[in-house]
Nanobody
């Protein structure tokens, strides 16, 4: 499976962005999907994940209540709606797929910059 993330950009604090991750492959609907981010000088961290059916979602404490992960299996796409953005959300955001052996497939990343 190949992943292509998009939707990043520059936004003021308090603003919103929606990231998209388009996946190739006919079995997208079987994958658990997730979003991670990496800020300069920091390790990559988990942001959110969603099960194959979309029935369960998981979030890092730092984004709970502000970010929403969703998926459209008909479009082979997973989304990350980010509201009430803060400068500390600035990072490169990556989508990832768990095809049965952990987070083994990664997209190329999209930059999100939140200005204060």
């Amino acid at each position: 499976v190949q992943l292509q993330a998009s939707g990043g950009g520059l936004v003021q604090a308090g603003g919103s962005l929606r990231l998209s991750c388009a996946a190739s492959g006919r079995t997208f609907s079987l994958y658990r999907m997730g979003w991670f981010r990496q800020a300069p000088g920091k390790e990559r961290e988990f942001v959110a994940a969603i099960t194959w059916s979309g029935s369960s979602t998981y979030y890092a404490d730092s984004v709970k209540g502000r970010f929403t992960i969703s998926r459209d299996n008909a479009k082979n796409t997973v989304y990350l709606q980010m509201n009430s953005l803060k400068p500390e959300d600035t990072a490169v955001y990556y989508c990832a797929a768990d095809i049965g052996s952990g987070w083994s497939r990664w997209g190329q990343g999209t930059q999100v910059t939140v200005s204060s």
